[in-house]
């Protein structure tokens, strides 16, 4: 990336930052960032360039950042194309490389990932997911569609599909990926679900309902799918650079791929011409690509105003609908002529306005048939949505919604601004600020909110009184936001209407909050008199004092001392800690178990956890959740005094597990790592893909290496070969088997065969057998190893069903006077999640010295102490 892309990037999109979304379009909080003196005239491009085409296309991928950025980039900023981005579900299933979240703490931080990628490239986005826990979830790596389809409930998925088509009417439908076997299993469902929506969407007999609620059908004209520069019939150049972004719509899109932070996306691209490629798969009228590639998408798709009016005209239709469209073509013309000059580009905007509200009261007025006024309409009414942007753009208008506060609970009442500033030429009248809450609440102005002018440089504003109702709902992180504001104006005698969102989520979150410290603990059946001590810490969201009685509900049998706490909080956002010790019963059975604490007031109790996660790239939000312990109860043995060395990659809690099972660990830092005694450790444990997240772990490989040598247990976790991996990094050479898809194991209750039964891993403290494979969740193994060393022992045989199964997924060989074993099962899923079977496997590897003794005789494990659970 040059250095003028590199400046560029940190000040010209402050676009992702503004607050005004499109009225009717998906409205995301904003991240705030430094405004700079370029920001209006590229924004102002941005705004009517779409005003030149009614054109549109639809990208539909599975996870976030399935999205083909420099494509989207390339229709929406460079053509001004309608472009929308429809992605299946959160990425709850993925890994996270900024943060330990997983599930659905990810899936909120990769939706706002998602949110802020398409506001670069000045996208809609919509997801086919829902909700929390919704059924199009991210279950994990999927071999096979059909897999897919069936744990998403393939009608559910398919009927939202068809929706999203119905409502946004794309021209042209792009599945970001192709149904073949060497892809994930969610990409190929989206195909499958995109190319049959393709024919079925324009179909009235799929899914009726919809049209009963007022959807009508609707045939996009045209199908792509990925290509290669081998096979292709359009290739996009995405490589073109655009002087005034400053970048090439390939560095465009990576910008935007940079916030999928928590994937470790977005990379530098070079100036240069670069082409994406794609392959005509269906078209509306039958016909085959041409012999000649093309570079558009929209050959022989109406592009443009002038082009609507000529279809008309060729079909024999409405004359006077057909000059107003090529009134419109020359509106647009005179517009786009007008830039950079903002007053100018407003007063032809606003002219423009005019004709396109002349145009729908013809169409409406028209003998056209049904299909065609439909078309027309939707239309323009992008184009009014469109041509809303752009008057606040070249109006330079500034609407803001500035909450109290963004946390609110139920009950409360709180004050939210809206305010209006001019910062053009242009003369506005007749200002109307409107705040909008959800139904059940109450907004009422403390003043006017009506305006008769707003002059150059001029603010108006407004304090709403807002009241949440008693029985307001808890945060939903994936809902519309639940504050926003409309604001409407006149200039140059033509009415706009924008709308705006806070900065930040405004959250209704239960009054006191409730942590539990540990969210998951073991029970070990050998002691099973040990109470566990269970901390609380109570958050107070209410905006002054307040008390509340806090108390833990255990299963039947169990018991909890003391039995309630009583606390107060003096103001907002105080915390307070309690603890409570739990027992349970005598001889109670292994099995899982759970408490929940609760927080009454006399009034209500609440059971609730608030995570909050906050990062720079997509600013604060929510997780609320219950407010529960999860207590796993089973027989377990640990050394008594081992000694363990964590390096983490910041991927994983099994440091925290380990921990609480009575593993004395340390977590080893570069400096330890480098230069400190290693030989202190009973065992050195490298969390997955360590070697690509600590820049120390490779210069101090030998290191490590002379650590087993000497007599010390190495183990370490999956890597991919992107990793830095290379097979020397193990004492004897280990290669991790490409393409990656075809050496994991998905099914988390394949079966499991132990080569080595009799390996110490199996047996030393805890005797292993079919039974701790059970209950396994979401994967068995990432990236197997292909080829190793015959020095090592393999012990496991596993595959996926109707598969080959892989006997590298868990190696083992004496080094020197040590031992070094690498494994790609997913422990640092299972651990966190209290597998059992996992847990006892795992300390035995801890445990593992060369003469299959331990470091010491095995003691039962304490009780619990507290571990972090995602």
Known sequence: MSQASANRKTKKWVAASISLTLAGTLAMPAVPQQASADRGVVDLWKAIKPLTTIASAMNTGAHPDDEHSA??????????????????????????????????????????????????????????????????????????????????????????????????????????????????????????????????????????????????????????????????????????????????????????????KSQGMGRQVDEGPKNAYYKLQGSANGKQAGNKPETSFFGGIAFTFDDLARELEAKGKDNKIAKQLKTLQKDADEVIAAYPAFAEVAREVHEMKADVTAAVEQVKASSLDDAVKTDLLHRLGVKEKQLDKASQEAASVVVKVKPETGELVPGQKT????????????????????????????????????????????????????????????????????????????????????????????????????????????????????????????????????????????????????????????????????????????????????????????????????????????????????????????????????????????FDNIDQVLRQVGVNVTNLDAKEIQFGDLSQYDTIVLGIRAYAFRPELIPSNQRLLDYAKNGGNLVVQYHKPEDKWKPELAPYPITIGQPLIEWRVTDEASKVTMLAPEHPIFNVPNKITDADWDNWIQDRSAYNPSEWGKEYTQLISNGDPGEKEFTGTFLTADYGKGTYTYSSLVWYRELPSLVPGAIRMFVNMVSLKQDGAVAAAPAAAPAVEPVAVP
């Open 71 to 260: 494509t989207l980039a390339y229709l929406s900023l460079g053509l001004g194309v309608d472009t929308y981005s429809v992605i299946a579900n959160r990425g709850e299933g993925g890994q996270n490389e900024i943060g330990s979240e997983l599930g659905n703490a990810l899936g909120i931080i990769r939706t706002r990932e998602l949110q802020e990628a398409s506001k670069i490239t000045n996208v809609t986005l919509a997801n086919l997911s829902q909700k929390l826990d919704d059924p199009i979830y991210d279950f994990g790596f999927s071999k096979s569609p059909d897999e897919t389809l069936a744990k998403w409930g393939e009608d559910v998925a398919y009927e939202r599909l068809i929706r999203q088509i119905r409502e946004k009417r794309p021209d042209v439908l792009i599945p970001a990926f192709l149904n073949e076997p060497s892809t994930h299993g969610h990409h190929r469902a989206i195909n499958v679900l995109t190319e049959r929506a393709f024919k079925d969407a324009g179909d009235p007999k799929v899914f009726p309902k919809q049209l009963e609620e007022g959807l009508a059908p609707w045939q996009p004209k045209k199908l792509y799918v990925p290509g290669s520069d081998k096979a292709y019939d359009a290739a996009l150049p995405v490589g073109e650079y655009n002087e005034l972004y400053g970048a090439s719509y390939s560095q465009l899109g990576e910008e935007s791929r940079y916030m999928h």
């Open 415 to 650: 004050k939210v601004t809206v305010t209006a500033f001019n910062g053009g030429g242009a003369a506005l009248s007749g200002i109307r600020l409107k705040l909008n809450v959800p139904e059940g609440w109450s907004a009422k102005p403390a003043g006017t909110a009506e305006f008769g002018k707003l002059g150059r440089n001029e603010t108006v504003k407004t304090e709403f009184e807002v009241t949440v109702p008693n029985q307001a709902t808890d945060f939903n992180p994936y809902a519309e936001p639940m504050v926003t504001a409309d604001v409407q104006y006149t200039a140059f005698g033509t009415a706009a209407s924008l709308h705006a969102v806070p900065d930040n989520a405004v959250a209704v979150l239960p009054p006191v909050a409730l942590s539990l410290s540990p969210e998951a603990a073991v029970l070990n059946t050998l002691k099973p008199e040990d109470a566990v001590p269970v901390k609380v810490t109570a958050t107070n969201y209410t905006p002054g004092a307040e008390k509340a009685s806090v108390t833990l509900k255990a299963p039947e049998g169990w018991t909890v001392e003391p039995a309630v706490q009583e606390i107060s909080f003096a103001a907002k956002n105080e915390t307070k800690a309690v603890e409570f010790s739990v027992k349970a019963p005598a001889g109670v059975k292994p099995g899982s178990y759970s408490l929940s604490a609760i927080a009454g007031d006399g009034k209500s109790d609440s059971s609730r956890t608030v995570q909050v996660i906050q990062y720079p790239h997509i600013g604060k939000t929510y997780y609320v959740k219950p407010a529960k312990l999860a207590i796993q109860a089973f027989d377990l043995k640990v050394p008594q005094g081992l000694k363990v060395g964590y390096i983490s990659s910041g």
